[in-house]
């Protein structure tokens, strides 16, 4: 069955770089990887997406390895309004279960 | 640009009664999703509907959870009858196209089942 997982949570420190990994098996060769942010009562917020190696927009970057059987977000320079939860999402296209969120990090940024 | 439109925000009702959720999605967004959001969990995809069609809806439960996007636009989403396990968020997103398109999400209907 398609799974993606994440850590449950991260504390950082305003200005600090941060990098929250999803593993994801099963993906298939054509399946983008796209991450999402969530603050408390509101839907998730696109934040960027990839396929392969690395994507970078000016909010975050996404590494994906060779094997693509994680991918990584990285946020800049994180401040306190970046305290979210953050998911990843994925396509199984290949089989499974289509469409999975990965189990969600809770990212803490403190002064 | 108007966001995804739900309603309503919020419901409170008893096991065994039945419940709606509606929501309009993006004007010209061609597909629309509904997800379940359990609390300290991930969106998990209940339907996928591409115009009026369904894309995917194999994590419906299907004896008590139905779903419609008549005219290929706003879409309901119901169920009938109510467990206590249905306690939710229930989302509704759409795209411009297939699921690899950015999603825009509403903000979500809380159902509460008592």
């Known amino acids: 069955l398609a799974k993606t997982t994440q850590p449950i949570s991260m504390d950082s420190y305003e200005g600090q770089e941060v990098n929250i990994t999803c593993s994801h098996n099963n993906i298939a060769t054509n399946d983008y990887i796209t991450w999402y942010q969530q603050f408390p009562s509101q839907g998730p917020r696109f934040i960027i997406q990839?396929?392969?190696t690395k994507v970078t927009n000016e909010v975050a970057s996404l590494f994906i390895p060779a094997d693509r059987k994680s991918s990584t977000l990285s946020l800049p320079r994180v401040s306190l309004s970046d305290t979210a939860v953050y998911y990843c999402l994925v396509g199984f296209t290949g089989g499974g279960n289509k469409l999975t969120f990965g189990t969600g990090t809770q990212l803490k940024v403190e002064l | 640009e108007a966001g995804v439109a739900q309603s309503p925000r919020y419901k409170i009702i008893e096991k065994r009664q039945s419940v709606a959720f509606w929501c309009n999605p993006i004007?010209?967004?061609?597909?629309l999703y509904w997800y379940q959001q359990i609390l300290g969990q991930g969106p998990k995809l209940l339907i996928q509907f591409q115009n009026n069609g369904v894309v995917d809806d194999s994590q419906l439960p299907k004896d008590r959870f139905s779903a419609e996007r008549l005219k290929g636009v706003d879409s309901t989403l119901k169920i009938q009858p109510a467990k206590l396990e249905d306690s939710a968020v229930y989302l509704c997103?759409?795209?411009?196209?297939?699921?690899?398109?950015?999603?825009?999400f509403g903000p979500g209907t809380r159902l509460t089942v008592t």
């Open positions: 997103a759409s795209s411009s196209g297939g699921w690899a398109y950015e999603q825009y």
């Open positions: 990839g396929y392969k």
């Open positions: 004007s010209g967004h061609a597909t």
